[in-house]
T-cell receptor, first 118, second 114 residues
Framework: AQSVTQLDSQVPVFEEAPVELRCNYSSSVSVYLFWYVQYPNQGLQLLLKYLSGSTLVKGINGFEAEFNKSQTSFHLRKPSVHISDTAEYFCAVSDRLGYGGSQGNLIFGKGTKLSVKP | DSGVTQTPKHLITATGQRVTLRCSPRSGDLSVYWYQQSLDQGLQFLIQYYNGEERAKGNILERFSAQQFPDLHSELNLSSLELGDSALYFC?????????????FGPGTRLTVL
């Protein structure tokens, strides 16, 4: 079974500073990885996803993430954050089954609250 | 706006009661998922439907049930409610229900059990 660990529950950062939100996963099979963002009082919105190919994935709003198979990580980065990036960010993995079957649901990490200060 | 609609936005009820949450997927999406978000458990997958059929089951309690109708909207029924069922319930939809699909989330229904 897969699992996702987001190491930081809260990340405070000043506006225009770079930020990295960390995500590690555990899986015995190949993975599909996702980052979602949840703004206050809203549903989740996809930022980016890794399915295969290039390990550097670019998403919306200037975010990017790098898939690192050896370190089982999928960290999210942004070179310069804005106040509007204040939100909770969730890393997720597709629930793939060991025998080659799959389920379409996502397994989420606990989330990281990004707080951007002026 | 993701295109996924959920009603009601808020629901306040008492222990022991039964409620129904409703979800309309994006136009063209055949698969619907239900997730529960709570402070202690985080985001947990409950159940998935594809074109009217149950496809996958997660940590869904026996007191909870769901269905997807021919018009593809879905309902999540929660019965014999307990205080611990208070949470935000999200519906998501995707085109095929496959593992590579992007899931589009609705705004959620906040359930408060008193």
């Amino acid at each position: 079974a897969q699992s996702v660990t987001q190491l930081d529950s809260q990340v405070p950062v000043f506006e225009e500073a770079p930020v990295e939100l960390r995500c590690n996963y555990s899986s015995s099979v190949s993975v599909y990885l996702f980052w979602y963002v949840q703004y206050p009082n809203q549903g989740l919105q996809l930022l980016l996803k890794y399915l295969s190919g290039s390990t550097l994935v670019k998403g919306i709003n200037g975010f990017e993430a790098e898939f690192n198979k050896s370190q089982t990580s999928f960290h999210l980065r942004k070179p310069s954050v804005h106040i509007s990036d204040t939100a909770e960010y969730f890393c997720a993995v597709s629930d793939r089954l060991g025998y080659g079957g799959s389920q379409g649901n996502l397994i989420f990490g606990k989330g990281t609250k990004l707080s951007v200060k002026p | 706006d993701s295109g996924v609609t959920q009603t009601p936005k808020h629901l306040i009820t008492a222990t022991g009661q039964r409620v129904t949450l409703r979800c309309s997927p994006r136009s063209g999406d055949l698969s619907v998922y239900w997730y529960q978000q709570s402070l202690d458990q985080g985001l947990q997958f409950l159940i998935q439907y594809y074109n009217g059929e149950e496809r996958a089951k997660g940590n869904i309690l026996e007191r909870f049930s769901a269905q997807q109708f021919p018009d593809l909207h879905s309902e999540l029924n929660l019965s014999s409610l307990e205080l611990g069922d208070s949470a935000l319930y999200f519906c998501a939809s995707s085109v095929t229900g496959g593992e590579a699909d992007t899931q589009y989330f609705g705004p959620g229904t906040r359930l408060t059990v008193l």
